[in-house]
């Protein structure tokens, strides 16, 4: 009996090991591609086409961040507007979708199947570019303003989904002894419903973050003044522009090498630039993502 237990113990410790082998292995995945993009962001041109890309840089070159960052002034007021449509961005689009999914959440609710259509039928047909434009441009006035990168993609369906439905799960006891105590339905959901709902609240919002982050469609659509331009569209920008000279370059004689210029460095220094803010905030998400997304979208 003893024998037959320590061999069940010892087959456990065995594929515990396997298990912590195979994840350290998949996590040595996922960690060194980003290694190599940094590490190509600090090589020069030449020797990425001559050596091609490694995880630790064969001789440190500066030249694509000294490209990049040619005009500091420019970076920072792209990284203030991205900030800032972030973060209000975020703020607003998840306190709305949270009312959102509460109201739909709430079985006393009475416009709950309107509200459902009014907001997941749009979903199945879309107005279009030429008509979102023109409201935006004609209408609206949202042309050269911020509130143009902010309220064209404030709600997420999705999200609402995965609120509503984390919503649901929470005890209706909750609300009818809030209800005999005299609260608001407002007095339930900021005081009851959302600090029980970190997880998902917590999920959507850095969801939501991620997508503010990485704007730039609405940018080129609505946006003239370089002084509101994001990050994301200002790097796409440059590369464009850098794109441009190359070819002239290519297609006529030039005192300058073009393989001195920078190219697939300067691409990677971009996407470092880019993804570095989220990578320091997604640590501080990360106790709430997991149980955010599978209890906000696998039940109900």
Request: glycine residues 6%; hydrophobic residues 55%; positive net charge.
């Amino acid at each position: 009996m003893g024998s037959t237990k320590a061999k069940s113990i010892n087959t456990k410790e065995k594929t515990a090991i396997w298990v912590h082998i195979f994840f350290i292995l998949f996590g040595l995945v996922c960690i060194v591609p980003f290694m190599i993009v940094i590490s190509a962001s600090f090589s020069g041109e030449t020797d990425l086409a001559l050596n091609g890309f490694s995880v630790l840089p064969r001789k440190w070159d500066l030249t694509a961040y000294a490209y990049l960052f040619k005009n500091p002034k420019t970076i920072v007021n792209a990284y203030v507007v991205t900030a800032i449509i972030t973060a209000a961005g975020t703020f607003l689009g998840v306190v709305f979708m949270a009312m959102a999914a509460y109201c739909l959440a709430r079985n006393n609710f009475r416009f709950t199947g309107l509200l459902t259509f009014y907001i997941f039928f749009p979903t199945l047909f879309s107005g279009g570019l030429v008509p979102s434009y023109i409201i935006n441009t004609q209408y609206l006035h949202l042309t050269d303003r911020l509130v143009a990168l902010i309220f064209p993609t404030l709600i997420n369906v999705f999200h609402i989904i995965m609120l509503r439905t984390f919503f649901k799960q929470l005890p209706e006891s909750l609300f009818e002894a809030a209800k005999m105590d005299g609260a608001s339905e407002y007095r339930i959901f900021f005081t009851i419903v959302v600090p029980l709902s970190k997880p998902v609240i917590a999920t959507v919002a850095f969801l939501g973050a991620l997508a503010k982050w990485n704007e730039w469609y609405n940018a080129m659509l609505y946006i003239r003044s370089d002084e509101l331009v994001p990050l994301q569209y200002m790097l796409q920008r440059m590369m464009m522009n850098l794109q441009s000279l190359l070819d002239a370059m290519s297609n006529a004689p030039s005192m300058v090498n073009i393989q001195d210029l920078p190219g697939e460095n300067l691409r990677m220094a971009m996407l470092v630039v880019a993804i570095g803010p989220m990578m320091l905030i997604f640590p501080f998400f990360q106790k709430y993502f997991t149980r955010g997304m599978t209890m906000g979208a696998v039940k109900g």
